[in-house]
């Protein structure tokens, strides 16, 4: 595989926060957030409507995240998918939040 840093890794996906926010700070001092964000939508494939659900990590690092995104809020993730740990190359993937935007709930 090239480590040319060359390829699109981009990911948009909304829903809902489903784990309280845990927060922490690195060595150096770059505070780090992480929580579940749980997704379900209806997508086209070949023709057919496919309800599709899905839980996955997000951590936001710096600014990105705003406390006032607590369990229950309805978000819009923007980031890129890697490896929870790069050392052990598990098939985990997350999402590493390059902007987080609020959701309203509509009626």
Known sequence: ???????????????????????????????????????????QEAGNARKVECRIIVSACGDVYRRSIGKGSRIEVEGFLSYESRQKMETRLIIHAQSIKELKYTV
């Open 1 to 43: 595989m090239s480590d040319t840093g060359e390829g699109i890794n981009r990911l948009i996906l909304t829903g809902e926060v489903v784990s309280e926010p845990a927060s922490r700070n690195t060595p150096a001092g770059i505070s780090i957030t992480r929580f579940t964000l749980q997704h379900q939508s209806i997508q």
